[in-house]
Each structure stands twice: as C-alpha cells, then as structure tokens.
C-alpha cells in the first residue's frame, strides 16, 4: 500500500454504491453497484491505475541499460533505439495489456454485455444475447498451489437443451476474491431469475 | 415480459404521427421503421403497408402512436391518437409521447385483449437506422436454411439487422414525393447518390463486356492443341509464372462476370479480388519504372553471368575440399575420386552454357522485365524460376547423390537381413526367415562389407548436397510465401474495416443512457465491429499453392532414407 501520499476515493454519484475488495493476489479493487432500472444492472471493477512510480522505474532501468551499452560500444544509435523502444512498449502496454475497468451489464430479457477498459481509453465489448445464456455460476479451478474462484456465463448448446456449449469467464484480469464474487453472483441471479418468472406468469394469463 | 422498443434516432425530432415496423412477437420487440405523419387516409395506409409487405417480405404494420408537442401537452391530440389504435387494431398498441425537448419520453401501452392491466417494463433502444441497415451480420446465417427453422434460430440481432435491411424500399421515398403517405426515416431528407458511383455502374458494363471477350480469347489461345505436346506442357507445369498467371486469369474471369454478387460474400469477394489485382499491377508497374530507370536491367544482366560463375567456383572448391580430406575424415580414395570428377565435369558443363548464353541474358532479362507490368506477383514468380533455373546443376547434384544414397541403404538393409538369415517377403509386406546357400552367404556378405565402408563417402556428398538443396528450397519458399500474401490478402475487406467500420459487425454493445424515474430504460444500441484477425480470416483469398503436408518426422524419416523430397506441390498436381 502506499504509505505517504493515499488519494482521496474518487466520488460516486447518487444512486451508485462502492465498495472496496481485494483481488486473488492482494491489490486493492473497486466494485461499483449501479441500479439502472429494476430489470438493468451494471456492475464494474476497477482496477488500480498505472503508477508514476513504478513507471519511473522501468525508463530509469532501461536508459541506464542502454547508456551503459553505449559507453561500452560507443554507438550513439542505442541512445535512441533505446528511447524508441520505451515509447513503442509504453504505448503497447496501455492499449493492450493494461485493464483499468472490467464491467458487466446485465439486461434482463435482452442480454449480458461485457466490457474491459484500457488505460488508453480503448474499450473491448462482448454481448451475449439472453436467449443463448444458460445461467451465471461460480466455478472454482486449480491453478499451481492455489484454488481460484471466478465467475463464469455458461452457454446453452443449440442441439443439447440440458448441455452446456461454452463457458465464458469473466474478469479474468481482476481476479476478485469469493466475497466480491458472491456480490456479483447475487445482482445477476436477481435479473436471471426474473426471465425464469415471466413465462410463467405470461402462461397464467 | 418486458416489453423492447427499437426507435430509430433519426425520427425523434419528427412530427406526430404513427409508427410503423415489425413486430416480433416471440421476443416482445417492436422495431420502428418510420412515422407517418397527418394527414394520411387510414384506407391508404393500409393498401401501402400491404404493397410493402408483399415487395420486402416483412411483416410491417402500424404498431402504435407518436406523439412530439412542442409546446404544452395537447389533451385532444393524445385522444385522437388512442383513438386511432381502434383504427388500426394491433395488440400491443404502443403510445409513445415526447414533450417539447426533453430526452426522457413517456412510452404506454394499451392492451385491449388481456384482463389484467399489468404494468409491463418497457426498454427504449435507440439504433442509427442507416447503419444498421448498411451492416452484414457476421457469422452469416446460411441462406440454406429452411424458413421454418428460420424463425425459431434467429437470434434477435439477426432478425433486427434482417428487418431494417430487407426494408430499403420504404427509405426510397422521401419529403418530396407527392405520395398520399408522408414519412420520416433516415432518408426523408432527400436520397443521396454520387455522380461518380453512378457514372462508374454505367461504364462497367461495356468494360465487362470487353474484358470477358478479351478473355475468352487468351483461353482459347492457352487451350489449343500446339501448347499440349509434351515438353512445352511439362514445362509450363513446372514454372511457377504460368500457375500464377493462370491463377490472375480466373480471378479477371470473376470479376468480368455479368452476374451480380448474389450474396454479402460474392460482393466482398469479388471486390476484394479487384483491388488485389489494382494494387498488384500498380506495385509492378513501380518496380518497373524503377527497374528501367538509370539502366538498372542492364547493370542487373552484367552481374548475372559473373554472380553465376562466381556459384560455380565455390561448388568447384567445395568439391576439392570433398576430395581431399574434409572435416579431418577419411574418405575412400577411388569412390571420391570417381564422384568428385563426375561432378566437376558436370560443372564445367553448366558453365560453358551459362557462356554460351551470356550474349542473349541482356536483351533476354529486358523483355523479361517487362512482363512486371502484369503484377508484382509475376514479377517475383520469374524471379524464383530465374533463381531456380540458375541453381538447376545443384537440383542435378542432389538427385544424383539421393539417388546413389538411397540404393546404398536398401541394399545394405537387405543384405543386413541376408547376414541375419531372414528376407523381405514382398507378397506379406513383412520379413520373413529364410535359408541360403552358403555361395549366396558368401556373396552377400562380400557385397554387405563393401557396401558398408563405401556408405560414409556417398553420405556425405548427399548430406553436403542435401544441405544445398535446402538452402535453395528455402529462399523459393520465402518467394512464394510473399506471392501468397499479396495474392490472399483482403485488402478491400481491411479498408472498409478501418473506414466503415459498421459495414462489418461481429455484434452490438449497449449503453445505458440518463434515466429518470418512473421513464423507460433509454438504451443505445452501436455496432461492435469485427476484429481484423476474423476480417482477414472470412474474406480471405484461396490459393493455389498448399504447403507440404508432410510432418517434420516423416520429412526427417525421407532425408534418411534417401527418398527425394518435393516441398511444393500444387493443388491438381498427380504426387509421384
């Protein structure tokens, strides 16, 4: 954690709860709660941000690597391979490894929408129709020496009714931990079980 | 169940009116097409929505009623406007109202059927008409489907997508018509048409007549009897020009078709292939302009003749290195001997050729390169076939040192079983025991031990041979593998990608707008667009040429046994 300068958490509008969690290997997380209407949800996870620090450190790294090639070779190219290469690499990492937001949109009787966002402000998008969503559960896998939880959408398969086709995970990056989790299991379970009520009460008509 | 409203944004600042679109009931989805605006004859409005149905095959009818007052909100307008849903008799009767300018209308429904007046939630979802309407699905339903399966699979995008696209007649009319019916969609404001676009529809007709009478004429040239003999028939199958040329006059028959693309995928295709060819002849058209300027061909001819003698020298050293003792081993004087002259006889063969020729290389490579106006693809087809052609003598090498390895091996693999006692019994496909006659032991045994220590002689003319070999296969390789990226690439495809990039849609994605309590959920549905990974992998080219299908064990397993290995084989090629 940081220990001299902490900012002040950032402002949630009205309507909108936040609470902090960890994520499977100890960084802190946000989970953001947000009540749209009564069949629409969305909940996003944020991640913390790129820090001055440790970003400070890999340019120093890498310049002080380069200029001691240099005073070794005496090739003055390497200054400016090397300035090259942090640039390149610093761009390539905010807009395709750097996740700052994953978020989940669940609308019932339309779908499930799953965005990441990157630190360059690029955003991914997957929607899964609610027609081919077969149920939202917790799966727990074995990974080295630990046992991880995470939060999968399972598929139904067009030509089994009762199989599953595919299983999508969500917030791979983020890596929440069971309580956090459970938050989100519990929201979207609401908004499922209301599509299992409505043929029901369309047949009563 | 909740009830969704797909309303184009386009018509939110039109007038009062009714709605018109599809209705989707296994999916309680309303998908608004335009408003009609007063006045209209309820009489005529029926007659043109029967027209449109029987002309686009969608199901379009009066779904409900809008209502935009600029100014306070007019009692009697919203009376006549339910009143109207008895007019126009559909269940549910959806009552949208928009007040002066406030994002956050008010949407009802009236259910005259149903007993029990529940109140349904109702979703807003604002699409862009003319984007939907101009963007393809991907994956792409099958136009195999049968229909009855069509209206339980369809997903609810496709059917969306579906419905605005099949109704590009209804958009045809606009404000200015002097039609009984006046409506507000995305093209109300007056159709849009390009001078040029048009212009170009024209001009391509005579172009396609001319260029498949062109054509017909070069196949027929190609197919007749005199190029079927056969030592020019071999020899066109194996320089990789004619495949490529060959391969360029089909895509040019595609494209010169009078048929129009039937479907998303002909389009594309046939576009993608117009701009592969554009952008071949054009990169070839440079590198001839800069081919001939400053003489370049000429300096290229002048080095051509030494670089080749320059090949033989070495080939020539390598031998007498083979010759003497190379690498510290010890060869078997006379077979070295024998094989060493053999080969070098064999070069200075191929050097007095190369002399004999060197008069005509200038005037030969000139007329040569200017066969690069037809396509960089051709241009460095005849450059792998120069190149092929140049190093035939090492091609001659390692057939003669595959050859002689391979007849080493089996032999000695046979007499190795003579030694043993057994035999390969071709009926059985499988090794038998077998007795022999001492005179026959005798011999085989004799032959099994000259053979033996004549092997790493002839091993390693091949494996030195061998290596040459690879080394030329490889740098044709990479040739042909550039040939496969400029003749494969979609360029159009990944051009449209970066420009319109709504053309091309793997799917949607949703944002939740402002909400108000006690207002239906407004959504906004965008276009998610395909990834240039899957862009490249639908529209992909075919091409003629596959690679080796043999793994690297059985590649190996050949090299060991001596059998001759051809890395490249066309499609439509007998395997010998």
């Known amino acids: 954690m940081e220990g001299g300068r902490s900012r002040p958490p950032p402002r949630c509008p009205p309507g909108v709860e936040e609470r902090p969690y960890r994520s499977a290997s100890g960084a802190p997380l ?28 890999v340019t ?82 074995i990974h080295m020496q630990k046992v991880i939880y995470y939060l999968c959408i399972l598929l139904k398969d067009p030509q089994d009714p009762q199989g599953v086709s595919e299983v999508v995970p969500l917030f791979q990056s983020s890596q929440p931990r069971l309580d956090c989790l459970m938050e989100v299991y519990k929201s979207c379970q609401e908004i499922l079980d209301q599509r299992k009520e409505a043929p029901q009460s369309s047949e009563m008509k | ?53 029987r002309v686009t095959k969608v199901n379009v009818s009066v779904l409900g009623s809008w209502n935009n007052s600029k100014q306070e909100k007019e009692e009697s307008l919203s009376e006549f406007l339910e009143d109207l849903g008895t007019i126009f008799s559909h269940e549910p009767w959806i009552q949208i109202s928009k007040e002066g300018d406030s994002k956050f209308w008010s949407c009802s429904t009236l259910q005259k059927r149903s007993n029990n007046h529940r109140e349904e939630e109702i979703i807003l979802v604002y699409y862009d008409q003319r984007k939907v309407m101009l963007s393809c699905l991907h994956p792409p339903l099958d136009t195999g489907a049968s229909t009855a399966h069509e209206a339980e699979d369809a997903s609810r995008l496709s059917a969306i997508f579906d419905t605005v696209a099949k109704s590009k007649i209804l958009f045809m009319t606009d404000k200015y018509d002097d039609g ?7 093209q109300s404001d007056g159709v849009e048409a390009s001078i040029i676009v048009e212009l170009m529809k024209q001009a391509s007709v005579p172009a396609c007549m001319l260029l498949t009478f062109l054509l017909s004429l070069i196949s027929g040239a190609c197919k007749s009897r005199m190029l079927k003999f056969w030592p020019l028939s071999f020899l066109w199958s194996k320089l990789s020009t004619c495949e490529q040329l060959s391969h360029r006059l089909q895509h040019l028959q595609v494209i010169s078709s009078n048929k129009k693309a039937q479907n998303q995928t002909q389009l594309m295709r046939k576009a993608n292939i117009f701009v592969s060819l554009l952008i071949d002849v054009a990169l070839g058209i440079l590198l001839m302009s800069w081919l001939y300027r ?95 052609l140049l190093t035939f003598h090492i091609y001659c090498f390692y057939v003669y040192g595959a050859r002689l390895y391979c007849l080493k091996i089996y032999g000695l693999s046979s007499l190795w079983r003579l030694f043993r006692g057994k035999k390969w019994n071709v009926l059985r496909q499988r090794v038998d025991s077998c007795s022999y006659d001492l005179d026959q032991l005798f011999i085989g045994t004799l032959l099994f031990t000259i053979l033996l220590f004549l092997l790493p002689t002839t091993a390693l003319y091949y494996l030195v041979f061998t290596l040459l070999r690879l080394l030329v296969v490889i740098v044709q390789g990479l040739i042909h593998l550039l040939v496969d990226l400029v003749d494969s690439l979609p360029l159009y495809s990944i051009i449209l990608r970066l420009c319109r990039s709504y053309r091309l849609a793997a799917g949607v994605k949703f944002r939740v707008l402002e909400q108000q309590d006690g207002k239906p959920l407004r959504l906004l549905m965008q276009i998610n667009p395909l990834s240039y990974g899957s862009v490249v992998q639908t529209y992909r080219l075919p091409t003629y040429s596959c690679y080796p299908k043999d793994s690297w064990t059985s590649l190996c397993k050949k090299l060991f046994l001596g059998e001759l290995i051809y890395p490249w084989k066309h499609k439509g090629e007998k395997q010998d």
Request: with cysteine.
């Open chain 1, 30 to 57: 946000a989970l953001r709660r947000r009540q749209h209407s009564a069949s629409c949800r969305e909940l996003a996870l944020r991640r913390p941000r790129l820090q001055l620090r440790s970003l400070s450190a």
């Open chain 2, 294 to 388: 400053k003489n370049r061909i000429g300096h290229l001819a002048d080095t051509l003749i030494p670089v080749a003698d320059h090949v033989a020298e070495e080939l020539q050293d390598l031998l007498q290195w083979l010759m003497g003792a190379p690498a510290g081993l010890k060869m078997n004087r006379a077979l070295d001997q024998v094989l060493g002259r053999f080969f070098l006889y064999h070069i200075h063969l191929w050097i007095s050729y190369i002399h004999l020729m060197s008069p005509f290389i200038e005037m030969i490579l000139w007329y040569v390169g200017l066969s690069a106006c037809l396509g960089l693809t051709v241009a460095l087809c005849i450059l792998s076939d120069i190149v092929a």
């Open chain 2, 180 to 186: 009984p019916i006046k409506l507000t969609h995305w």
């Open chain 1, 60 to 141: 120093s790294a890498v310049w002080l690597a380069a200029y001691g090639i240099f005073v070794l070779s005496e090739n003055s190219m390497v200054l400016s391979a090397a300035i090259f290469i942090t640039l390149i690499g610093l761009i390539i990492y905010l807009h395709f490894v750097k996740i700052d937001q994953e978020s989940l949109l669940v609308i019932g009787s339309l779908g499930i929408q799953v965005t990441s966002s990157y630190a360059s402000g690029k955003e991914s998008t997957t929607f899964i129709e609610m027609s081919r969503v077969k149920d939202v559960v917790i799966n727990e896998a």
């Open chain 2, 1 to 53: 169940m909740v009830l969704k409203v797909f309303f184009p944004s386009c018509c939110s600042s039109a007038e009062s009116g009714i709605l018109i679109g599809r209705w989707i009931s296994e999916q309680n989805s309303a998908v608004v097409l335009a408003v009609v605006h007063f006045p209209f004859i309820p009489v005529q409005v029926k007659q043109y929505l029967s027209e449109l149905q």
